[in-house]
């Protein structure tokens, strides 16, 4: 089968597995995932994938949480069988980070014979285990225990290192496990943090075209239309999920699923990741310097999408004048901008300043470079603003599911969230609609609105 942007609502799951193929951008893509297997009962396949791929000395890594849950179900299918089996169950009084000392402890419980890594649990764990996979050269299978977050599939790890929130490079499972009759009974917040990672693809994939517009980034429209396409889906079956039902939690695993293939495709998290997770991971650090835990992460990036939606629909209105933006440019105070991060993001404060010195993204000249291709294309960009749901009609589709649309609801304080929307793009390299306020002006008073507005 030839893989063609008309034909990406017939597509399954396995279509998109161990083929490469070109694609109309350019570039070959492929991913080296070779199973998934989403079904009722699906841990009871375990074994025969281990066969399959001539593992027999398990390495099998979990939390408390999804030990309970299933990694002692599948301790005990394993040692009926004819399997070497080892394992390693995190403890911690609080959340599991995906630090240093995690790495640390891994290392020292994994068995040098081991053949195969197996993770059982979802973000923390899977990001552990597909990081430890790339740079010990050991493959690992994904026992997914909650539809929580898109990472399952995808070749980027956010870990925690010296405080700060950064994306490494990884490698993808062997093959993905997700038992519906686990999956279907995650805590509400898990499956509402995965279904708020599902709806922040509109923002992402916005964020990406003003991306290829604005600075000529590599874009693919089949990866772009493949990643929406299932959104569609999982949004339809949204209010069925506090039912639980079966069906609609598929759905939201096979976009969760499929937007990890679309990273593998394209190299980077473009197609997942934009404003709306930067927001997110601001909050965060913020949250963790603080030692105070922060809601879920897919939750906040769904409230995100409001709030960087509501930003786009505030730009869209605009009529930039080019000599008032200039002006505005020129009044930028780096010293001022020095002192906030440095307060901000304190122990990492040298890293961020780092980055934006070494790609000189708030350099007076780089800007203005982007301002005149703002200015130019400008009734492009108002297009491309408007290709996404209303703020209003993402807080209706959050509704469905129970989730957080107020900052009240949400639990984070204003503060965080108005400095997070200012200082957020600091954290990466990319173009995102927060990027085009600061580059127009008005990225602190469009913060602060939004605070107002959505604090109630």
């Not at 089996?85 to 402890?105: C, F, H, Q, S």
Request: contains cysteine; glycine residues 6%.
């Amino acid at each position: 089968m030839i893989l063609a942007r008309e034909n990406i609502s017939k597509y399954k799951i396995q279509d998109y597995l161990g083929r490469g193929f070109l694609c109309n951008c350019g570039r070959e893509h492929s991913v080296d995932i070779e199973k998934v297997v989403i079904e009722n009962g699906a841990i009871a396949k375990i074994p025969e994938i281990l066969i399959f791929f001539n593992f027999k000395k398990i390495f099998m890594v979990a939390d408390e949480n999804t030990y309970n849950v299933a990694g002692a179900g599948i301790e005990k299918i394993l040692r009926n069988g004819d399997f070497e089996l080892y394992k390693l169950v995190y403890i911690r009084e609080g959340n599991l980070v995906p630090d240093e000392k995690a790495m640390g402890e891994f290392i020292i419980n994994l068995p040098e014979t081991t053949d195969v890594i197996l993770a059982v649990g979802s973000g923390v764990i899977s990001d552990l285990c597909k990081f430890m996979s790339y740079k010990l050269k050991i493959p690992y299978i994904m026992v997914a225990t909650a539809p929580s977050m898109d990472g399952y599939a995808s070749t980027a790890a956010p870990l925690t290192i010296n405080g700060l929130k950064t994306t490494l490079s990884a490698t993808v499972p062997k093959a993905i496990i997700g038992d519906i009759d686990i999956l279907k009974n995650a805590p509400m917040d898990m499956i509402r943090a995965g279904f708020g990672d599902v709806i922040g693809k509109y923002s992402a994939i916005n964020d990406w075209k003003l991306g290829r517009l604005i600075n000529d980034e590599y874009y693919c429209e089949f990866v772009s239309d493949m990643v929406m396409y299932s959104v569609k889906k999982c949004v339809e079956t949204a209010d069925r999920l506090q039912k639980r039902d079966d069906s609609a939690i598929r759905n939201l695993m096979e976009c969760l699923l499929l937007t990890g293939i679309a990273m593998s495709y394209t190299g980077n998290s473009r197609p997942a990741s934009g404003s709306e997770h930067h927001l997110s991971h601001f909050i965060e650090m913020v949250y963790m310097f603080d030692g105070k835990e922060s809601p879920p992460h897919g939750i906040k990036v769904g409230f995100n999408t409001i709030a960087v939606n509501y930003i786009r629909e505030k730009i869209s209105e605009l009529n930039p004048d080019f000599s008032e933006v200039t002006k505005k440019a020129s009044e930028f105070d780096k010293n001022k901008w020095l002192e906030d991060v440095k307060r901000l993001f304190r122990v990492s404060a040298a890293e961020v300043i780092d980055l934006n010195e070494r790609e000189g993204i708030n350099s007076y000249d780089k800007r203005m470079k982007r301002v005149k291709r703002i200015i130019d294309r400008w009734n492009e960009i108002v297009e491309i603003l408007a290709e996404v749901p209303s703020y209003n009609e993402i807080r209706d589709i959050l509704r469905k599911i129970g989730a957080p649309v107020t900052l009240k609801e949400l639990g984070v304080d204003r503060e965080t969230v108005l400095n997070g929307l200012v200082y957020a793009k600091e954290i990466r390299n990319r173009y995102t609609v927060l990027q085009l306020a600061w580059d127009l002006g008005v990225l602190g008073d469009l913060a602060e609105e939004m605070g107002q507005k959505f604090y109630v």
